[in-house]
């Protein structure tokens, strides 16, 4: 630690930004927030380079253990009010998991600051919904493509049908019995981060490799279908007492899209950002204007989304020079 500096990685954060944003066109070196983070991720600090998602996940850790020691008063980060990390990508999944036998459901309720999503369509026999399913309470639905990312979001909230080897204990019954599991949203944040899994680890080959498969994404996407108040309206005719999810819109728009090319173990970063209606290409330190088409045919490692009220009100805000 360098004598006499105080570490605030919020801090440096939010001067970063004020200065992106201050107008002034001098080069601006990140040094003091890096120096803060790499304080924080001692086990990412070095000039190796990283993986942009555990960059992602570990800055939102470190402001909110930031503010709240400032604060005093430590919340858990599922609170959402924590701090402004959560604040603005916090959200809740829920997780349902339903007995078979008797259809006594679980239901667990889990924070998350993004989502991580299958990139391929591999699908085995085991996750397949049984041809009781509707009965037991579940709609089976067709194998949706996931070379959409709806496809991917299909494919995440659809109902999984857990194998022999992952039964769990049911309370009615009072044994272990084979079930159900459905993902759901119960609460959306402001933004919506999805992380698309491009990674494999093969553990019969030993062997992991990088997904180049090219994913599909919309500029405008409806998060309604996947919320839990409408997978429970479409089990049960109703959405029960799930009503956290209507106390914000489900439309969203595309604002930022990560890339990555190269190998597993080596490559090269590169983000497209969305300013009034303008698309922009961030290679390193250079900063240049592209038509939209470029980004739709992005290999999007990391894609996020802002909620449509707030993308118009800061597009009509900012007018870039």
């Not at 049984?130 to 194998?143: H, K, L, M, V, Y």
Request: charged share 20%.
């Amino acid at each position: 630690m360098i004598k006499g500096v105080k570490l605030c990685l919020a801090c440096d954060v939010d001067a970063m930004f004020s200065a992106v944003f201050s107008g002034d066109r001098k080069p601006y070196s990140p040094a003091k927030f890096l120096y803060s983070w790499w304080q924080h991720a001692s086990n990412l600090a070095s000039y190796d380079q990283q993986d942009a998602h555990e960059f992602f996940i570990s800055m939102l850790d470190g402001i909110h253990e930031n503010v709240e020691r400032d604060r005093g008063k430590p919340q858990s980060p599922g609170h959402g009010d924590c701090c402004i990390a959560h604040r603005v990508f916090s959200g809740i999944l829920r997780s349902d998991v339903m007995c078979m036998a008797c259809g006594f459901t679980s239901t667990t309720y889990d924070p998350c600051v993004d989502i991580s999503l299958d990139s391929h369509g591999k699908t085995s026999a085991k996750s397949h919904p049984s041809s009781n399913s509707e009965a037991n309470g579940f709609s089976s639905t067709q194998i949706p493509t996931t070379s959409t990312l709806i496809g991917c979001l299909d494919r995440f909230t659809r109902p999984e049908r857990l194998g022999s080897d992952q039964k769990f204990f049911c309370q009615q019954c009072q044994v272990s019995q084979e079930s159900l599991k459905q993902m759901s949203i119960r609460k959306l944040p402001l933004v919506s981060c999805f992380h698309i899994k491009r990674f494999e680890h093969s553990h019969t080959r030993k062997m992991s490799r990088k997904v180049d498969r090219y994913l599909q994404f919309p500029f405008s996407l409806d998060m309604a279908p996947y919320l839990s108040s409408s997978i429970l309206r479409s089990r049960f005719g109703d959405d029960g007492d799930d009503v956290a999810a209507n106390e914000m819109s489900s439309e969203f728009e595309l604002f930022a899209v990560v890339t990555h090319s190269g190998k597993l173990d080596a490559g090269h970063y590169v983000t497209y950002l969305r300013l009034s209606n303008q698309w922009y290409k961030c290679d390193d330190a250079w900063i240049t204007r592209v038509n939209e088409n470029v980004v739709r045919a992005a290999q999007g490692y990391m894609m996020f989304y802002v909620q449509k009220m707030l993308y118009y009100r800061a597009s009509a805000q900012v007018c870039p020079s």
